[in-house]
């Protein structure tokens, strides 16, 4: 069955420092990968999704990046502020196989703290 | 534009009771999906539909069961309850036009206990 490992539990970093989250995946690549901002007893936010045949994504202080060769994202914020602190989820879609139709399959998250 | 919103936000229930937790979609948003969401399992997909039709259904029990109305409103049901099922359920809607790659977007979720 697919897998898919965030790399860290947690990950704590220094304000205006750059936090690079992970997320790798086993067997089938996705044809979308999503990551999501969830903060404590809230539901998921949409922050980007990139197709399998994109590199890399933007938006704002975000940045997405996607290798199929390594089955791996990286999701990176820039210049992070105490208010970025939250679980980062990466989801994956498949487009092949009728698994898809609203299915994402979760990654465990990444408790992300920035300190002031 | 409103988004998700999902009643009710936190309720208990007993043991072997059923419960029913109601999910309207962003407007214009047909297709609605649920999830279940717990510490140790994380969030898992339980099913999705559009145009009151079920399209795709997760690894769950029978004892969980959805539907969705005309107007996308959707509601979802647990019979039976075991203590296993408390959990924040999650509903989440999207267009729904593509086969993959809609962006979704999630409720507050519904915090449930089973006692």
């Known amino acids: 069955s697919q897998k898919i490992e965030q790399n860290s539990e947690a990950l704590n970093i220094q304000e205006g420092k750059t936090a690079t989250l992970t997320c790798n995946y086993t067997?089938?690549?996705?044809?979308?990968l999503q990551w999501y901002r969830q903060d404590p007893g809230r539901g998921p936010v949409f922050l980007l999704l990139i197709r399998e045949n994109e590199k890399e994504k933007r938006k704002e202080r975000l940045k997405v990046t996607f290798d199929t060769t390594l089955k791996q994202s990286l999701f990176h914020i820039t210049a992070s502020q105490p208010a970025d602190s939250a679980t980062y989820l990466c989801a994956l879609e498949f487009g092949a196989g009728g698994t898809s139709y609203g299915k994402l399959t979760f990654g465990q998250g990444t408790i992300l703290t920035v300190h002031p | 534009k409103a988004g998700v919103t999902q009643t009710p936000r936190y309720l208990i229930k007993t043991r072997g009771q059923q419960v029913t937790l109601s999910c309207s979609p962003i407007?214009?948003?047909?297709?609605v999906s649920w999830y279940q969401q717990t510490p140790g399992q994380g969030l898992q997909f339980l099913f999705e539909?559009?145009?009151?039709?079920?399209?795709n259904k997760g690894n769950f029990p029978g004892r969980f069961s959805g539907r969705q109305f005309s107007n996308s409103r959707s509601e979802m049901n647990v019979s039976t309850l075991e203590l296993g099922d408390s959990a924040l359920y999650l509903c989440a809607s999207s267009l729904g036009d593509r086969y993959s790659g809609n962006t979704i977007y999630f409720g507050e979720g519904s915090w449930l206990t089973v006692v």
């Open positions: 067997n089938y690549s996705p044809a979308y």
């Open positions: 539909y559009f145009s009151e039709t079920q399209r």
């Open positions: 407007s214009g948003h047909r297709s």
